[in-house]
Each structure stands twice: as C-alpha cells, then as structure tokens.
C-alpha cells in the first residue's frame, strides 16, 4: 500500500472480477423440458474447432420444437437457443418480451442479471442489421441500455459485466466433459450447455470493451475527489470521496474507516444516493512503513466524520459501516460518539482483545501473521502463502520453545505483537479502544450488527451486541445472524458453505439489506421486512428466520445434558439425568507431545467424524422428535486438574441417523479456564481440588435437529499448532516453554456433576 492509497477515475471503473458465485447458472432460469433426446456429439474442449457448428446446430434443431408452460421461462430459454443458432435479431426480440412482461408483472425491479444477455443481443442484433463491428455495436448497445439506467442499477450492471470469461469456460468445459461418453443430449442438458456457451461467448466478446464504456459511464454519473483530512497535531486522513452528481443539494455520508485498499464500496453507495468516503488510517512513527493498528483510529475516525460534516457537500450526517478491520472502526469512533455520527452497519467486525488477537484470552498465531503484515508490510511471506505460514506454525510447535519467540523463530521481530502479549486479560490497553461498560450507554443512535454461526469474528460481533443492550437497556441495536462465515459476509453469499448446503431462506443479499437499512435511517424508508426485532437469526435445517426479543429469549427453554462417564460405542453417554457424582471420565494429554504437529481442523463442515483432537465425545440417545437449538449454551464443569490453568474447548454436532456431524457452530468455543468468569482478571485453579466452573459460550447456534440425531458434545485440551499452548504453570502463559515449563501430563477428570445447558425453542 503506497503512503496515499488513492487512484484515479479509471482505475476505480476498473474493478477487479471478483464473486465467482455470479457463474452463468445464476442467470440462467430452471428448465422445464418434456422427455427427449437429440443427437449431439460434444466436443472435447471449449477451444475445439468444430465447437460452434455443434453448438449451431444442435440450437437450430431445438428452436422449432421447442417448448414450455411457463411464458418467462420459455422466453429465456428460447431467446438462448436463438442466440446459440445465431438467430440474434429473433433472440433480442425474445429477450425485449420477456422484459415487457416483467416490468408488467410484479417485479419490483425488472433489471437482473439477464440483462447481460439482453445488452448482448441487442449488440449481436445491431452488429448484423447496421452492418458494424462488434465493438461499435456493443459500444451503442451499451449507452442505449446501460446509460439510460438510474445510477443504483447501472452500478449492479457493472459489477455483472465484470465477471471474468474464464469463469464461464470452466463451466462450460466441465459440462462438455459430462455430456462427452454420450452420443445423445437431453432437453434439460441442451439447455444448460447452451447457456454456458452463450454466457462465454458473451463475455469473451465485450470483455474487453467494458473497461473504457464503464469509465465514461461513471465520469458522467459521480464526482470523484481525493482529499487530505487535517488531524489535530498536524497528521493528515487520505480520503477518496465519490459523490452522485444527479444529488438534490446536500445528501448523508456513508463513511468506511479502514487500513486496507477499500475504494468500491465508495461508488457503491454513491450508486445508492450517498456521498461515498472511505478513510485510510494514518501511517505511524512507529512503524514507517505500514501502522500501528486500533490504537489511533478512534480518534482519528471521528476528526474524519467532523471533517465531513462541514463539508458543503454533506447535509450534516454520516453513518459508518465495515467488515473486519472497517467493522471496528465505527466502534472506535461510537467510543465517544461525535454528533454527526448517526448510525453505524458492521459485519464480521474485529474486536481487539476480544476476536484478535486472542479469543477467549488464548493468543492466536493468526494475530502474529496479521500484525506483521500490517506494520511491516515487506516482512516476507506473501498474506496468501497458507502452506509456509502453516510450516511456520509447526516450526514453532515442535521447537517447544516460547510463544514469544515466535518473532526470533520467524526471523522478524514483531515489537507490536509483543505489546499484544503483555496484556493476556482485557485490560485497559485494550479497554481503551471501543467502547467499554458504561460507555456504551452513550450510543443512542441505530446499529445493526451482522454475524454468522461459522464465523471466527462472532465472539466480536456479539460482545459489541450484548454490552450494548447491557448498558443501555433502551439501545437501537439489531443483530442479523444466519449460517454464514466471515467471507460470505465480506465477499458475498453461495449455496453452499464448505460443503454444508445452506438452506435457501438463509441466502439474504446482506450488502442490499445494509443499504435498504440505511435508507431506511436516512431517508425514512419502511425497515426491512426480516429485521423486525432486535435479533434475528436463521433456523438451520427449517429453512425459516426467526425473531426475539433478546439472546436469552431465543431458547427460553433450556434442557440440561450431564456428561456421564458411562461409555458408549464412540465416547461417553449424555444423559438428561445426572448419573453417579463420584464416576469420572478422565483425560490425559501429554503437553510434551508434538507428534500430533500435523493435524489441523477439517475443512468440510460436513464429516464422517467430530474434530476430536484431544478432546472426548459425549453423545445422547436418538432425538425422539425435532427439537430446534437456538441461542448461547452454558454449562458447568466439576473437576480435579493437577494444573493451575489449562486452555480448553466445546464444540457442538448433530449427527445425522446417516451418521453424518454437522456443528451447530464452528469454529469451536475456546476459553482459557483462569478467564471463564472474567476475561479482565485471571483466577488461577486449585491443582489437585475438586472444583467447578461455569461458562456461556460467546458463540450463537440455531439449528433444527432432526428425529434420530444425536445431539454430539465435545470437551477437550486446546493444543494446537497454530495456538499459545497453556502448560498450566500459572505464570505468564507467553513465558512458558518445554524447556522451563510444568510438562508433566496435563490430567483432568470431569466428573458427573458437570453439565451443559442447551437453549431450547419451543
């Protein structure tokens, strides 16, 4: 990142190609088709010569017989085939009914993603009538159909003209290979082929005109300026600013804070009626090359908003919003709220002392990586070079040496990470940058808050929800929650979440509903319709949203599971009724043993089997009956430990009668066991005591066991790789090694009494 990360205007209209979940299926209607077949040898490669003659023919034979109940679907589908056969003006005329009956009907807003295909039909139409070339057609196409759209759908225009053509010879070239051991297609594949093929075609032809059509396009919709904000003491904010220039006077600001290269969503919500501002952070003293995180920018950010609020551009009110890093921001400025500060939308937002660089007061090796990019941008290893971070990760483990030495053992010191590790409890360090206890009562103004079950950000997104509604009992602050993980909040929503097939109610355009929000803050209109109470979260295996009051009031009907040590075929009973006190399921895990370096967490959410790793299953009988799990769970846990600490996680699974374990959240609840009841003040354990704990697990569930699950809980020892590894000393846990540390096997028994409470909708 340059020390000014501004651009000009054609690189903000050049916006890299990114969701690849806008594959050509999006557009393409679902196929209705009588049961026939043709015949059609396909292709072996995209690239092959005979490819359009096939393709040609197969869509020649098909447009005479064609057909389909459904007028919409029928008129999509043919207008394909027409183009694939090279009928283009028969095709656009298609395409030109099928978008009077839509705005006919009961579209709200007859531009789609189809209008890709109706902007290149009428190029291809308009190519062979006035005899141009492809260019000039496209280009005359594009400012008769792109141009003529208001400015919030002329945005969604672009972002679907950008989607790169590869994207779409993937597809393509995976479906020739299905259809390629057949000498026969049917209606249904014939169809989908053809829309593969026509989306590639498509975009493989205006590709590369879209570039300078866009940039025109957005010199006459938006101002754009770069700015440098004064700070107090003589620093300076760049700032990137995109105005509407069809605005009606002065108009709300919709301000990102952040450290990373951030200009679209400033055209974004220019697009949307706004003044558009994105915000960098001020570079450090400290750290000349890049900056010194979090602790600055609440002071920074609201200067910023102040700056805004006089210019004559701005009616005076801003409202903030971000993912990660931008997601914290807002909450550094609500710190001390400035009066032009209005509202704040946050998803997947960083909470310092919170999420990062620790959760549940255990150092993540995340946090180091993260930071040294971040102050030392040229310290190494590229952000995306997974398998040498992983490396490095081991390197450590099996080393046994410090968790502060991470920096010596990577070969770069790392003087802010060190900071970091000075502070194990939330203390003041990190009290001092969002807002804390009472502050909170101050925010008065409305917050929505989005997070999801499998986000590794949620611990920081509900801390802000729950001490907000905490202090301030009268708090306008609604939270949205549903299966998702922080890169479907950040870059967008798929059917399908590592394996796991999300149900369709879930599937929320989440940056459409955070401006429907803000509109409905700023200008008055009706709040959305799945925002009707202060949460409102996702039933997972309903396919339904549903809506309380508060977090508690999500299962107001909480059932107690004990943790028998009654085994069973794959660990331990869980039982509704406490069992014998005096049994005990013991585990032992040996804090010297590095064999296990390798393991890591399973990617697929979807498994044969619990992630287990030095952890013991507790399983229950078969659900008689569906039973819907929704809210925080918590629990008790009675023990002896012959250690004064040890670092601990829960993790939750249904599993299917097919023997399948979904969690009901991941990644897995974590805590450091001297920290349960107080993340600002450790409290050491009593080795060799019985004694009890008690914890509410700071992740959300909400999902619909099925009759014939089992409900799967499992406790374990956190000791990992890529984790400070508590050896239960009671020393600074970042000062403990093999070498002076207690590494004795850690040996803990867990007794009858202990249980965990789930929170039950009825």
Do not use: C
Not at 129 to 144: G, I, M, N, T, V
Not at 537 to 547: D, I, L, P, T
Not at 635 to 656: P, S
């Amino acid at each position: 990142m340059s020390d000014t990360p501004m651009h000009g205007l054609e690189h903000l209209w050049a916006r890299p190609a990114r969701l690849l979940f806008l594959a050509w299926l999006a557009a393409a209607p679902q196929v209705w088709a009588a049961p026939s077949d043709f015949d059609f040898k396909a292709p072996a490669a995209v690239a092959a010569p005979a490819m359009p003659s096939a393709m040609r023919d197969l869509a020649g034979r098909m447009v005479p017989v064609y057909e389909d109940p459904d007028p919409d679907r029928y008129l999509a589908n043919l207008s394909v085939l027409q183009m694939t056969a090279g009928e283009f003006q028969a095709a656009y005329g298609s395409r030109q009914s099928l978008l009077d009956r839509r705005r006919n009907g009961d579209k709200d807003r007859p531009v789609t993603r189809g209008m890709v295909f109706d902007l290149y039909a009428h190029a291809k139409s308009m190519q062979l009538e006035q005899r141009l070339s492809f260019p000039d057609a496209f280009a005359k196409a594009f400012h008769e159909d792109v141009v003529r759209l208001d400015d919030q759908d002329a945005y969604a225009a672009d972002q679907w003209l950008q989607t790169p053509p590869g994207t779409y010879r993937e597809t393509l070239q995976k479906l020739l290979d299905r259809l390629r051991t057949t000498d026969s297609i049917s209606t249904t594949d014939a169809l989908a082929l053809m829309w593969a093929y026509v989306a590639y075609e498509a975009y493989r032809d205006f590709g590369p005109l879209i570039g300078p059509l866009e940039a025109e396009d957005g010199r006459r919709r938006y101002s754009v300026e770069e700015a440098a904000v004064p700070l107090t003491g003589g620093a300076r904010i760049a700032a990137f600013i995109v105005r509407p220039k069809n605005a009606d006077g002065a108009v709300p600001t919709l301000l990102e804070f952040t450290i990373h290269q951030s200009e679209e969503y400033a055209r974004e919500s220019a697009a949307r009626g706004y003044a558009g501002v994105v915000a960098y952070a001020r570079r450090d003293a400290d750290a000349p090359r890049g900056y010194v995180p979090f602790e600055h920018d609440g002071d920074d950010a609201r200067e910023v908003i102040n700056w805004i609020a006089k210019q004559p551009w701005s009616d005076g009110r801003v409202g903030m919003y971000g993912e990660g890093y931008s997601g914290f921001t807002p909450w550094a400025a609500a710190k001390r709220p400035p009066a032009a500060l209005k509202a704040i939308a946050t998803a997947a937002a960083s909470a310092p002392g919170i999420d990062i660089p620790m959760q549940g007061n255990i150092f993540q090796n995340s946090g180091y990586r993260w930071s040294l990019h971040v102050v030392d941008p040229d310290a190494g290893l590229p952000p995306d070079d997974e398998a040498s971070w992983r490396a490095f990760d081991e390197k450590w483990y099996k080393s046994g040496s410090r968790y502060r030495d991470l920096g010596r053992l990577f070969g770069r010191p790392n003087p802010l990470f060190i900071r970091w590790l000075n502070h194990p409890s939330y203390d003041r360090y990190w009290q001092k940058m969002v807002p804390f206890r009472e502050e909170f009562a101050r925010i008065n103004i409305p917050v929505l808050t989005t997070t999801g079950y499998y986000a590794p950000s949620e611990p920081g997104d509900l801390y802000f929800f729950t001490e907000h509604h905490r202090f301030n009992p009268r708090a306008d602050h609604t939270l949205l929650i549903g299966p998702y993980d922080d890169a479907v909040m950040q870059r967008g929503l798929s059917p399908a979440l590592r394996g796991y097939q999300v149900d369709a109610a879930a599937q929320v355009d989440q940056r459409e509903l955070r401006y429907r929000w803000f509109d409905h803050v700023f200008k008055g209109t009706p709040p959305p319709s799945l925002l009707t109470d202060p949460v409102n979260y996702q039933v997972m295996g309903a396919n339904e949203w549903h809506h309380a009051a508060s977090l508690d009031a999500m299962g107001a009907k909480p059932i107690r599971f004990f943790l028998s040590a009654a085994a069973t075929g794959t660990g331990h009973r869980l039982t509704k009724r406490r069992r014998t006190q005096a049994a005990y399921t013991e585990q032992i895990v040996s804090l010297a043993d590095r064999t296990d370096a390798g393991w890591t967490a399973p990617a697929d959410l979807v498994a044969k089997s619990a992630a287990a790793h030095l952890g013991t299953l507790f399983v229950s009988e078969p659900l008689p009956k569906p039973v819907e799990f929704s809210g925080r769970f918590s629990g008790r846990l009675d023990f002896t430990v012959n250690k004064m600490d040890m670092d601990l996680y829960i993790a939750l699974y249904e599993r299917l009668p097919n023997g399948d374990y979904v969690p009901l959240f991941s990644p897995s609840y974590e805590f450091r066991a001297s920290y349960a009841q107080d993340r600002t003040h450790r409290r050491l354990l009593k080795a060799g005591e019985q004694q009890a704990l008690t914890f509410r697990s700071e992740r959300l569930m909400s999902r619909r066991l099925q009759a014939g699950s089992r409900l799967v809980i499992v406790l374990g020892i956190d000791k990992r790789p890529d984790r400070e590894i508590n050896y239960g000393t009671g020393n600074d846990v970042s000062e403990e090694s093999l070498a002076d540390g207690d590494t004795a096997p850690l040996k803990v028994r867990w007794y009858g009494d202990s249980y965990v409470e789930m929170p039950v909708h009825r």
